[in-house]
Structure formats: C-alpha cells, structure tokens
C-alpha cells in the first residue's frame, strides 16, 4: 500500500505541484496521508488520523534547522542520549494523541477526549491537580496488574526502539549469544501469555 500511494498518489502530486517548491511537497505529503486516512474507512475520525500523520512529517522536516539550532543552544546536542530519548519520547506522545481520532468512533467522542486531556493538562500547569493524582493507576480506572503492564510494555518498546536506532537494524538481538536472546524470546512469550486477549475477538484491520 505504502509503495502504491508513493508512486501513484504521492510522486504524481509533487511533480504536479513542483513550481511551488518545498509548499508542494507539504501539500502532496498532507493529501497522501490523509487518504491513508481515509483508506482506514469512510469517516472523518480517520482523515484526522492520517492528515495529523502527515503533518507531524511536514513540522519535522519545515523545522529541522530550528530544531538544530535549539538543540544546540541548548547544549543537548552535545549529548546524543538526551536527543534521542527527546526524539523518541516527543514521536511517542504525539502518535498516541493521533490514536484518539482512530480509535474513536466518532469526531464528537474524538473531541471529548481532546478537550478532557487539555483540561487535566491545564490543571496540572496551574497545579490544581498534584502530580501524585497524575500518576495514581486508580484514576485511570484500570488495576495495578494492568497499569504495571502497560508501564512496562511502554519502557520495553521504547528500550527497543532506541537500540534499533543505535545498531542501525532491527535485528538487534542477532549478535547477542543463543541464552540471552532465549531469555528474550520467552519473555515476549510470557507476556503474550498475560497480557493477550484470547477470547473471539475480530482482528481490528477486518471492519475496515
């Protein structure tokens, strides 16, 4: 799908709208990725999904240069593990936001958990809220088995993701020795094993 949508939808559209220079190549990347959106099924929650994909891709390449220069005037430029988890953390929070529009079944539901984060947020900056009820698993209305899954699940991607970026591959346990990558192995079995859901469940991609 992605290659089809690069060299029918997107390639077609950039060299259509090359006299507008780098505006072009925006505009082909937002209309690409909102009707990756769109592909998704016939509602506004997933052309939101795609076009907010689509613009995170234009602000990161539109601010490369200032993003370079903030991190060195900042100093963190001279330490790379503090840019990269900046990276990740940053990719991490703003595709999570774009989940609210494609999970939700409707833009009005989509609203109504956007306006209830602003809300929490803007009560956390004004110190309404304590940073301790912030973290309480128990406001989130889930266990402490599951808020400790998920907790872990979230560094364990993350961990993942930043060795990938290191060794430059996702085969990233390739050269470790056989009893560390078992040690691996089992543990993403394990998991599954606790944390899957195995009753008669549709996969999520067939309603589409």
């Not at 190549?25 to 076009?51: K, P, Q």
């Not at 409707?106 to 209830?116: N, R």
């Not at 998920?150 to 961990?159: F, H, S, W």
């Not at 930043?162 to 192995?185: E, S």
């Amino acid at each position: 799908l992605s290659s089809w949508l690069r060299d029918y939808l997107y390639t077609p559209l950039a060299f259509a709208w090359r006299k507008a220079g780098t505006w072009g190549i925006y505009a082909s990347l937002l209309v690409t990725f909102a009707l990756i959106g769109l592909w998704h099924g016939a509602n506004w929650t997933y052309v939101v999904f795609g076009t907010l994909q689509g613009f995170y891709i234009v602000c990161s390449l539109a601010k490369k240069k200032f993003r370079r220069w903030l991190l060195a005037r900042t100093g963190i430029a001279k330490i790379p593990w503090i840019e990269t988890s900046l990276a990740i953390g940053g990719t991490f929070l703003f595709f999570s936001f774009s989940l609210v529009f494609f999970r939700a079944v409707s833009m009005s539901q989509a609203w109504q958990i956007v306006e209830k984060i602003a809300d929490a947020f803007v009560h956390f900056l004004t110190y309404a809220v304590h940073w301790r009820d912030v973290l309480n698993y128990q406001n989130l209305g889930v266990g402490i088995r599951v808020f400790l899954l998920v907790c872990t699940g979230i560094c364990a991607l993350e961990y993942v993701e930043w060795l990938k970026a290191k060794k430059g591959t996702p085969f990233i346990f390739d050269d470790k020795p056989k009893p560390v990558r078992f040690v691996w192995y089992y543990a993403l079995v394990f998991s599954i094993l606790i944390a899957g859901s195995f009753g008669s469940q549709a996969f999520i991609y067939f309603k589409f």
